[in-house]
């Protein structure tokens, strides 16, 4: 099988502009995303996600407007994530030339959705982003973020359901490594990859290559996703923009 | 000699309309699109000129070598205890990688900081990759807002004079001199060099430095607020040159810089990457000086960089003028890029089109630090301080 | 002029930009007279098989569409669910295909231990089995990026234009006289689908 594992940007958007966290907070700008798209389409990578992190909080629907000019400039596919709850807002997102929509709190509140748009759009274009974060004693549970705090459902029942629901993919997201540079939760990644047939992308605390290598070989994962690895170089976290070789890629995904 | 004539002309707010019939220097390739271009009776013009005597007036050989290890030595003195000894602007280009690369050989601790202002190339940022892996350089980077500088930008496109990056290099300036004081450095190391820009046109370029002029041209074709737009008014410059006694220092002056050489060694050492012409890592750069400026403005920019390179002995007449007869820009990635700065900025075809039409306009028209009595004062005050301090 | 064909499923947008970073000129359309004045046609497509048969029919394209590509030989290029849809039938659906070449549409079919997932999403290689047009001046060793759960079987193996491996050789593009399809989405695979691209573009009717 020659098919490539996917390494994935994810690139925050708030108030039109691009920016990263720490653990969900400590927000750092990172700039303008048409630009971000450009040096991305040259440097070829796989796929880019983009999530609006505003969008369900403030309860504003998804920024059109700039999609549709970062489907003007982006050759590779491109996701889209944020504020999306209702079969419109997808249609319209899916016209700009988004690949896949993500789901995130709205499949917590309303499961149903993503059979929905799964029936609508195929389950190749829906994503179920799952937020996870662990408790004091070292349990994991979804996170909704949009009151912050752990929801009482468990991550692998919750990526079972939405399996069931029509979910193409399942991006898996670990909200405590988030911008640590820490490695991936890898435990959280297999326990998920041995319940589902769909793929998992694993998201949160890549620091270096080698983590790449692991989410894959250790966790399982058919692809893996990354924002500050892709975005900060050194210890100032200067804003830059990197990705690796095609050939250290191919050296840390084969076994 | 023809100071007085430049500065009249300049005071009067030359327009671009060339007056003169099309002539061109016999020794550079400068020629009448510089409006205040002045011909002395062999051919030669003003810029090169003026540019061979402040080349010839530069150290050279053994005094050089020997100034350049004075200025190390008192560089690696003054950061002793202090995390870096200086600061290096980076910006993927081959002056600020060849003062990257410099600088480690001479065995100094720099801070590389690098401004994103939303127009880094790729191979830019590639190279300031390379810079900082693989010659261990920590780095710093300045994010512009994008919303900010996007409104600053398309102020001075309407504005119509014909310095746009002046945006970028204000703000450069300004936080080079912030984080030199926040680090508590006394150099900053820059890659503006004589050797290769010995020569600048006043009627193509200036107002880097003049917070004012910016901050007019902002009031009258601006729409947001500049809230953290990085900034520095020339109080703000004298102080930190006087006070705080932090150096700008060209350390590219100090060494034997040959461009074509400087390329050579850094593909070599660190795998840098040529984009072809001067300042195109940033596509904004080259989307101005290789279509605005020619189709608009009706110059060429790189008659000035050609001519600086002839002035050093780094290219031959025949050469640059066989570079110019080189096309700007390939039809197709024109039109690529025409769509990519359309698409950024959020304008109209007819938007962009009308900004195109609009005929150009100088710095003197618009309200200037240059014009006011203080500027006037306050130079000579500098003057004076500067010789006193720093004799 | 190209014409790539509105029935609201499928990112036309990627694709008009493709061509026109390619060097083409192409309009998005759903009105049957400008179908018919085509020099070239583009069938996309993002979703279920049966949602798409209905958009076309509900637009009034069907007919006008089959006898462009059968009467007046304009080359059509299919994209990933356009390409099905030029098939016979799928299994993902109920109803009948276009019909415009001998293939039809079966689900990727793996051996649970195989620990392949469906869809097969992410970048694969395109090994090219004849000589066409489309894959001329290729870059060596071609991916595209692939994004579907059921993929075309071409009853005439001499159809087939490349094949791709997930779990098995199954077929990627194909082409048969003026009628050219890639699973692939050429508007989301970088150098590789512009190339691929401008060839369409540059294809001699």
């Known amino acids: 099988m020659t098919l490539n594992v996917r390494v994935i940007p994810v690139l925050l958007l708030k108030n039109g502009g691009l920016v990263k966290t720490v653990g969900f907070k400590d927000m750092t700008y990172v700039g303008d995303p048409i630009n971000a798209v450009k040096i991305f389409n040259d440097k070829e990578v796989d796929e880019l ?143 998920v990859t041995l319940s589902v047939k769909v793929p998992i992308i694993a998201l949160g605390g890549a620091g270096k290559l080698e983590d790449l290598g692991k989410a894959v070989k250790m966790g399982g994962a058919s692809a893996v996703a990354a924002g500050s690895f892709f975005v900060f170089h050194g210890k100032h976290r200067a804003v830059l923009i990197t990705y690796p070789d095609k050939d250290d890629l191919r050296k840390t995904f084969s076994s | 000699m ?26 550079c390739v400068m020629d009448t699109t510089d409006p205040e271009i002045l011909f002395y009776e062999n051919g030669y013009c003003n810029h090169c000129t003026q540019a061979l005597k402040k080349l ?16 190390v030595q008192e560089i690696k003195e003054k950061g002793i205890e202090k995390k870096y000894d200086c600061i290096i602007g980076v910006s993927g280009g081959v002056d600020s990688s060849f003062v990257a690369y410099t600088v480690k050989q001479l065995g100094l601790r720099p801070l590389a900081i690098h401004l994103d202002n939303g127009w880094d190339s790729e191979l830019a940022v590639k190279n300031i990759e390379n810079i900082c892996k693989k010659l261990e350089i920590d780095l710093y980077t300045y994010v512009i807002d994008w919303e900010e500088f996007k409104d600053l930008q398309l102020a001075f496109l309407k504005s119509s004079t014909p310095d746009s990056e002046i945006p970028s290099d204000h703000a450069i300036t300004a936080i080079l001199f912030q984080r030199a004081l926040q680090e508590d450095v006394k150099y900053i190391l820059i890659g503006t060099n004589t050797a290769t820009e010995s020569i600048g046109v006043n009627a193509w370029s200036q107002g880097h430095a003049d917070w004012k002029y910016i901050k007019s041209i902002h009031r009258q074709f601006g729409t947001k607020q500049l809230e953290t737009f990085p900034h520095y008014s020339i109080f703000d410059l004298m102080k930190w040159k006087i006070l705080n006694r932090v150096r700008l220092i060209r350390i590219l002056d100090y060494i034997e810089y040959d461009k074509l050489e400087a390329k050579s060694i850094l593909q070599k050492e660190i795998c840098w990457k040529d984009y072809g012409d001067k300042h195109h890592e940033s596509v904004y750069t080259k989307f101005f000086q290789a279509y605005i400026l020619p189709t608009k403005f009706g110059f060429d920019k790189r008659k000035s960089h050609l001519s600086s390179l002839i002035c050093a002995d780094q290219i031959t007449r025949d050469q ?72 | 002029m190209i014409v790539i064909v509105d029935y609201n499923m499928g990112n036309t947008g990627s694709i008009l930009n493709m061509i026109k970073k390619a060097g083409g000129e192409a309009i998005i359309s759903s009105d049957p007279e400008q179908i018919k004045n085509a020099d070239k046609l583009i069938l996309p497509g993002v979703g279920a098989f049966d949602a798409g048969m209905q958009n076309l029919a509900k637009l009034g394209l069907i007919n006008v569409f089959r006898r462009q590509v059968t009467e007046q030989k304009t080359p059509v290029l299919g994209i990933c669910l356009g390409l099905q849809l030029l098939t016979e039938r799928s ?113 001699v009717h």
């Open chain 2, 2 to 27: 023809f100071d007085s004539e430049i500065s009249k002309a300049q005071k009067s707010g030359s327009e671009y309309m060339n007056h003169q019939s099309y002539r061109i220097c016999k020794r």
């Open chain 2, 320 to 391: 640059a003028l066989r570079e110019l007869k080189k096309e700007l820009y390939p039809p197709q990635e024109l039109k690529e890029h025409i769509d990519y700065v359309i698409n950024k900025f959020g304008l109209s075809k007819g938007e962009f089109d009308s900004i195109m039409n609009t005929p150009p306009k100088t710095y003197w028209q618009y309200p200037n630090y240059k014009k006011t009595w203080y500027y006037k004062t306050s130079r000579a005050i500098y003057r004076v301080a500067k010789r006193l301090l720093n004799p």
């Open chain 1, 49 to 191: 996600l983009f999530i609006d992190i505003q969008a369900t909080k403030e309860n504003k629907r998804p920024n059109f407007e700039l999609v549709s000019r970062i489907g003007r400039e982006a050759f590779m596919p491109f996701g889209y994530g944020g504020g999306i709850r209702n079969l419109d807002d997808m249609s319209r997102l899916f016209r700009l030339g988004v690949e896949k929509v993500s789901l995130n709190s709205y499949a917590i509140e309303n499961p149903d959705f993503m059979e929905e748009a799964a029936h609508n759009f195929g389950s190749q274009s829906v994503v179920a982003s799952i937020d996870v974060k662990t408790d004091a004693l070292g349990r994991h549970w979804v996170f909704d973020y949009r009151n912050g705090s752990a929801t009482k459902l468990d991550p692998v029942e919750f990526a079972v359901l939405m399996e069931r629901k029509g979910a193409g993919e399942i991006l898996l997201n670990s909200v405590d490594r988030d911008g640590t540079f820490d490695g991936y939760d890898i435990e959280i990644i297999r326990k």
């Open chain 3, 91 to 203: 299994e993902e659906g109920i109803f009948q295909g276009l019909g415009l070449v001998d293939a039809s549409t079966v689900r990727f079919k793996f051996v649970s231990s195989s620990g392949l997932r469906i869809p097969h999403m992410g970048w694969n290689s395109v090994v090219v089995r004849k000589e066409s047009p489309l894959f001329c001046d290729m870059y060596p060793d071609p991916v595209f990026y692939f994004v579907h759960s059921y993929h075309v079987v071409c009853r005439n193996a001499e159809d087939v234009l490349s094949t791709t491996n997930y779990g098995y050789d199954f077929v990627s593009s194909l082409q048969s006289g003026n009628i050219l399809g890639t699973q692939f989405h050429p508007e989301k695979s970088h150098k590789y689908g512009l190339k691929l691209m401008k060839n369409f573009v540059e294809l």
């Open chain 2, 56 to 71: 010839r007036s530069l150290p050279s050989g053994q005094e050089k070598a020997n100034k350049l290890s004075t200025l």
